[in-house]
């Protein structure tokens, strides 16, 4: 006859045994090492600089080699060139307007995603955590979700909690992917990006906007700013150059022999 202490201890001995089980979490990635030369290779992938150990790059580039590589994902919007997929395959997750227009970020021609349901956040998450799969497959250390900041750029439609519910579907992922994850821009996340689960921050101009304060009060020295005027690239390295990484490029982000070319660190 088993008794009512027995079975209590049974139930405890499995509780602690299925709670033992290892936990993919923030303590298990590596951030990019604090003040690291870095470069921003979003726009086309070449041979770093001498002495960069830092580089962020598209999800469909291959990391360099040797170094720290960030993995670049459109977690928001949808890329031009992605546009007839979202299409034939999750047309219903591309935000409209009330005549059922796409609603679009005309800076860079981008429709943005539809994250006001939990039903459409988990179907955007499946997506872009089967790209984050691809980040990790690939040998990157890091994901940087881009455009989280579209529920400050499109109040009518989108909320900051939307946009922190979806990111806390894309964190736990990444790190049990062993990748660390960024907040990318919007100074408006306060501390709930870091409650959601991001470990660090890439900011784009917050020397233009003297912002950089922002970043640095929640995620401390773990902060890569990018910045494509030579005012905030001066600001910027002022503020936290000598603490965090902080790199000028042009805003295209294009590489060397382009014309447009830019790029210096300090």
């Known amino acids: 006859m088993v ?3 027995a079975l209590f201890a049974a139930v405890v001995a499995l509780t602690l045994t299925v709670g033992a089980a290892p936990r993919a979490d923030a303590a298990a990635v590596t951030l990019p090492p604090v003040n690291a030369k870095f470069d921003y290779q979003i726009g086309a992938a070449y041979t770093p600089p001498a002495g960069v150990q830092v580089v962020s ?3 469909l580039a291959a990391p360099a080699a040797g170094l720290y590589n960030i993995c670049y994902v459109n977690a928001f919007q949808v890329q031009p ?3 007839a997929w979202w299409q034939a ?3 219903d997750l591309l935000l409209r307007d009330s005549a059922g227009r796409y609603v679009i970020d005309g800076d860079w021609n981008e429709i943005v995603l539809d994250i006001r349901t ?5 179907a955007l998450a499946a997506v872009v955590n089967g790209w984050i799969d691809g980040c990790a497959a690939a040998g990157f250390r890091a994901v940087e979700p881009d455009n989280i900041d579209t529920y400050d750029r499109f109040p009518s439609y989108l909320t900051k909690a939307q ?3 979806y990111l806390r579907l894309l964190a736990p992922h990444a790190h049990a992917k062993g990748l660390a994850i960024a907040q990318k821009n919007t100074t408006g996340l306060g501390g709930e990006g870091k409650a959601a689960g991001l470990d660090f921050a890439i900011a784009e101009e917050c020397g233009q906007y003297d912002e950089c304060g922002d970043f640095t009060d929640v995620y401390g020295d773990n902060v890569i700013a990018i910045e494509y005027t030579s005012g905030g690239y001066r600001r910027a ?3 936290i150059g000598a603490r965090s990484s902080v790199v000028r490029r042009d805003v295209n982000v294009t590489a060397p022999g382009s014309g447009t070319y830019v790029y210096n660190a300090c």
């Not at 939990?118 to 988990?122: G, I, N, V």
């Open 237 to 239: 390295c002022a503020a």
């Open 57 to 59: 790059r598209d999800r």
């Open 81 to 83: 060139q992605e546009v």
């Open 163 to 165: 946009a922190v519910a």
């Open 89 to 91: 395959n999750h047309d």
């Open 118 to 122: 939990a039903a459409k956040r988990t």
């Open 3 to 5: 008794t009512r202490k």
